[in-house]
C-alpha cells in the first residue's frame, strides 16, 4: 500500500476510521476513480472498486510470533 502522502498525491481523501471483521480501519476514498479501500495495520481488510466487486475481510487473528517450524524447509523439497 501507498504511503499516506503518496495516497493524497494520488487523489486519495482519508474518511472517518471504520471497522471491518473487528478491526479499527484507516479508510481511504477516491471519487475520480470510485474507489475506497480500508487499512488494518497496512492491511488491506475491504476494497470496493467502482461499483463493480466488494471483497472484504471477515475475520482477523493477530499472532504474537510465528512458530520457528512454519518456516522449516521441507525435507523433501528440490530446487
Known amino acids: 500500500m501507498m504511503a499516506e502522502s ?8 482519508k474518511l472517518a476510521d471504520e471497522t471491518v471483521a473487528g478491526k479499527n480501519c484507516e479508510v481511504w476514498y477516491n471519487k475520480a476513480i470510485n474507489v475506497k479501500y480500508w487499512l488494518w495495520n497496512k492491511i488491506e481488510m475491504k476494497i470496493e472498486n467502482m461499483g463493480a466487486y466488494t471483497r472484504e475481510a471477515v475475520s482477523a487473528e493477530e499472532i504474537s510470533s510465528i512458530p520457528t517450524e512454519v518456516m522449516n524447509i521441507p525435507g523433501d523439497y528440490k530446487q
Open 6 to 13: 503518496s495516497r493524497n498525491t494520488a487523489g486519495y481523501e
